[in-house]
């Protein structure tokens, strides 16, 4: 009795609120309804589905007005941070020209090996019989088979002078150069992914002057020494995360208080947010660059945006700046030379890259000053001032002299396979040239020939005049 009670009151209010839902709805939005207001299935799940847009969108704006246009907030940096992912994924994964440097090498010894099995010891031996008896081998075979190993003797000088021209070019060595650069593009000079503190943010101190200080035209001190760097200037949350942006670049870098970020001491925990970076950027390294014309393409993309500026917002507080809450946005501006967002209260660019959402001094301070999560590279000459632009510059001109050096080899591969394809063709028709002539070989033939009728002993005779057809090959392959 007690479940058949409590399943009436479940059945009541359910019916209430599915009956009654779309009224509410409608009420809320001082729309009048008729008394004995009743609707059937499908205008219940239509008014549902309006009610929840309707409600979403209004928390959905008053977020967005509250926080995102006075402060640096989630995915203001997905733009700049895209691009130097798109560096990134050049320099991680360079557009060589693969080849395989053992395949030249194995063309050569097949060739060698047909050459020496031409030459058995039998031949030596049947050479001896045809000085004692001419009726043991025609002399046509001994002179045929001189002529196939003097073409097959040509044909691997020139197979060894081929791979020897190969291992003249030494493209591997400049291909570890244009690697060795694109590493120092990543993690800077002696840096490495193991162990990120030891080069890679050695000596990164302080954000802002880290990142630079847009206020005294001040390019960062390390902006631009390596990509680790400048994505953790672009993306890194403070190390207390109430005093700066949580999201930039569309995901946390450095989520536990005291244990990873970057504030006044440098960067925490670098290992586990270039983790971070590392996934973020993922998206954007679906496919890998093709060419070094495509890796320069994006370089050009990345210096233009510098061209347009990057972008900070001009705040001002009614009626006084001494109260975080009355602040809104005056303007929209844009600097040169800089990445991300920033933040100013005055008419000119006086912030820093310091990681600040809004630059406030703590959690409980209402006090509104400058601040911005950005990367400051000058106000010009970025191709001579950015480190790691220098550094992918000699890379993709090494890298592009290693891809000429691969085209020459990939012809001289070619040019090997071919003479291999020759010295086959030489072998096999000399082969099947010596069977015939041997005295057995011979005396199969007649034995067979003595079978034909003569009818095909006529048309044998017909074509007579025709040189036999392995003759054709062997004399045509000798013409080297």
Not at 252 to 263: F, P
Not at 376 to 396: C, M, S
Not at 446 to 466: E, F, I, K, M, P
Request: glycine fraction near 8%; charged fraction near 25%; aromatic fraction near 8%.
């Amino acid at each position: 009795a007690r479940d058949t009670a409590l399943s009436a009151r479940l059945h009541f209010t359910v019916e209430k609120i599915i009956f009654f839902y779309p009224k509410f709805c409608l009420l809320k939005k001082g729309i009048k309804v008729p008394k004995g207001y009743r609707v059937d299935m499908m205008r219940i799940m239509f008014w549902m589905v309006v009610c929840s847009v309707v409600m979403g969108s209004f928390v959905k704006e008053g977020r967005v007005k509250a926080t995102t246009e006075v402060s640096v907030s989630e995915s203001d940096n997905t733009e700049p941070f895209s691009l130097i992912c798109r560096i990134y994924n050049v320099a991680k994964n360079p557009p060589t020209n693969h080849i395989d440097l053992e395949e030249p090498l194995r063309i050569v010894q097949e060739v060698d090996a047909l050459n020496t099995s031409l030459v058995e010891p039998k031949l030596h031996n049947e050479t001896e019989q045809m000085v004692n008896s001419l009726e043991a081998v025609k002399p046509t075979v001994t002179w045929e088979a001189a002529l196939s190993q003097l073409s097959l003797n040509q044909i691997t000088q020139k197979a060894h002078k081929s791979l020897e021209e190969i291992e003249k070019i030494k493209s591997s060595e400049s291909l570890e150069k244009a690697k060795a650069d694109f590493s120092q593009v990543i993690f800077g000079e002696d840096g490495n992914e193991s162990d990120l503190c030891h080069a890679t943010v050695k000596d990164v101190g302080n954000r802002a002057t880290a990142c630079g200080s847009l206020g005294q035209e001040t390019k960062g001190k390390s902006a631009g020494k390596n990509l680790v760097v400048d994505f953790f200037c672009l993306c890194a949350m403070r190390t207390t995360s109430s005093e700066g942006a949580k999201q930039a670049c569309g995901f946390y870098v450095g989520r536990i208080d005291k244990h990873y970020g970057w504030s006044e001491k440098g960067p925490w925990g670098s290992s586990t947010m270039w983790a971070s970076i590392k996934g973020g950027c993922g998206k954007h390294m679906q496919q890998h660059p093709k060419s070094t014309a495509e890796a320069r393409h994006i370089l050009d993309q990345f210096l233009k945006h510098l061209k347009t500026e990057g972008v900070y917002r001009q705040i001002e507080c009614e009626p006084w700046c001494n109260k975080g809450n009355n602040a809104k946005v005056k303007g929209s501006h844009r600097k040169a030379g800089m990445l991300g967002t920033g933040i100013t209260v005055s008419a000119g660019s006086d912030f820093k890259c310091d990681g600040k959402e809004v630059g406030r001094e703590g959690k409980k301070s209402k006090n509104v000053n400058p601040g911005g999560v950005c990367v400051y590279y000058g106000p010009d000459k970025w191709e001579e001032n950015i480190e790691w632009v220098r550094h992918f510059q000699t890379a993709l001109n090494t890298l592009e002299s290693v891809n000429n050096k691969t085209a020459t080899i990939q012809r001289a591969i070619e040019k090997l396979q071919m003479l291999l394809n020759r010295a086959e063709e030489i072998y096999e028709t000399t082969q099947v040239i010596t069977e015939i002539q041997k005295p057995e070989g011979l005396a199969a033939f007649q034995n067979a020939s003595g079978d034909l009728t003569v009818h095909n002993a006529t048309r044998t005779r017909s074509y007579s005049h025709r040189p036999n057809p392995y003759f054709i090959p062997a004399w045509a392959l000798f013409l080297i």
